[in-house]
């Protein structure tokens, strides 16, 4: 019997199912479940009540899930200060995926947030920018939903070592799926040429982690891939996963 079934026959039963309850048991369930099968159980057991985050440095993880969800809600935050490069992709995954984009934008245009905040605000105080253009907005747009994927890895940094294939986004009272928490670089470089997913082009100008146009740079050979994000500011996370 698989977990799905369990917990569609507890859910028949209760009527209902508490979400920490599905994290506990799916996490030890699907820890060395393929990322195909992660998303497999997250579409079965959560329907139209699933939705996947993409920054559109690279169109893996979309072109993973609409091939078990077609037509899923890929929520894309647009800060108002990313890359041409990066609304180019996004606009390329409009055409290419059968996925429902949809633009979150926080509550203030960027002259807004400098008219209120004053300029440069990413310079001054990087960790509200990113709560007020990235995590605030992220949370508003999370509302209708049960359960989210993510395309985090543990190999990313540090602060993501211990990331699971299911876990409960306490921050959010909802559950957060991250199918390919066990990739490598390898892993996904291998799957992205197999299978012709469309990348950032940035990624070919030495940016290995693309995030916001003003808090990215360039990185050198030998450099940790996320060395480019906020550089010299002492940050490593924007604050949507922790």
């Given at each position: 019997?698989?977990?799905?079934?369990?917990?569609?026959?507890?859910?028949?039963?209760?009527?209902?199912?508490?979400?920490?309850?599905?994290?506990?048991?799916?996490?030890?369930?699907l820890?060395?479940a393929?990322?195909?099968?992660?998303?497999?159980?997250?579409?079965?057991?959560?329907g139209d009540?699933?939705?996947?985050?993409?920054?559109?440095?690279?169109?893996?993880l979309?072109d993973?899930?609409?091939?078990v969800?077609?037509?899923i809600d890929?929520?894309?935050?647009?800060?108002?200060?990313?890359?041409?490069?990066?609304?180019?992709?996004?606009?390329?995954?409009?055409?290419?995926y059968?996925?429902?984009?949809?633009?979150?934008?926080?509550?203030?245009?960027?002259?807004?947030?400098?008219?209120?905040?004053?300029?440069r605000?990413?310079?001054?105080n990087?960790?509200?920018?990113?709560y007020?253009r990235k995590?605030?907005?992220?949370?508003r747009?999370?509302?209708?939903?049960l359960?989210?994927?993510?395309?985090?890895?543990?190999?990313?940094a540090?602060?993501?070592?211990?990331?699971?294939?299911?876990?409960?986004?306490?921050?959010?009272?909802?559950?957060?799926i991250?199918?390919?928490?066990?990739?490598?670089?390898?892993?996904?470089?291998?799957?992205?040429?197999d299978?012709?997913?469309?990348?950032?082009?940035?990624?070919?100008?030495?940016?290995?982690?693309?995030?916001c146009?003003?808090?990215?740079?360039?990185?050198?050979p030998?450099?940790?891939?996320?060395?480019?994000?906020?550089?010299?500011?002492?940050?490593t996370e924007c604050g949507?996963?922790?």
């Amino acid at each position: 019997m698989s977990l799905v079934d369990i917990e569609v026959g507890l859910r028949q039963q209760s009527g209902t199912l508490d979400l920490q309850d599905i994290v506990e048991s799916a996490a030890r369930f699907l820890e060395d479940a393929s990322a195909l099968e992660i998303i497999r159980w997250a579409a079965a057991t959560f329907g139209d009540r699933l939705c996947l985050t993409s920054s559109m440095s690279d169109a893996l993880l979309i072109d993973l899930v609409s091939r078990v969800k077609p037509g899923i809600d890929v929520l894309f935050i647009d800060t108002g200060y990313h890359f041409a490069e990066t609304i180019g992709t996004r606009d390329a995954v409009r055409q290419v995926y059968d996925v429902n984009v949809i633009d979150v934008k926080p509550s203030r245009t960027v002259a807004e947030q400098e008219r209120d905040l004053g300029p440069r605000l990413f310079g001054r105080n990087p960790d509200l920018c990113c709560y007020l253009r990235k995590v605030e907005p992220l949370n508003r747009a999370l509302e209708p939903y049960l359960a989210w994927i993510s395309g985090i890895r543990r190999d990313e940094a540090s602060t993501r070592a211990g990331v699971k294939a299911v876990e409960w986004d306490a921050k959010r009272q909802m559950v957060k799926i991250n199918p390919i928490a066990r990739w490598t670089q390898e892993d996904v470089d291998n799957y992205m040429a197999d299978n012709g997913v469309l990348i950032n082009p940035l990624h070919y100008d030495n940016y290995p982690s693309i995030g916001c146009a003003p808090c990215t740079r360039q990185v050198a050979p030998g450099e940790d891939p996320r060395s480019g994000r906020w550089a010299g500011m002492g940050k490593t996370e924007c604050g949507l996963h922790l």
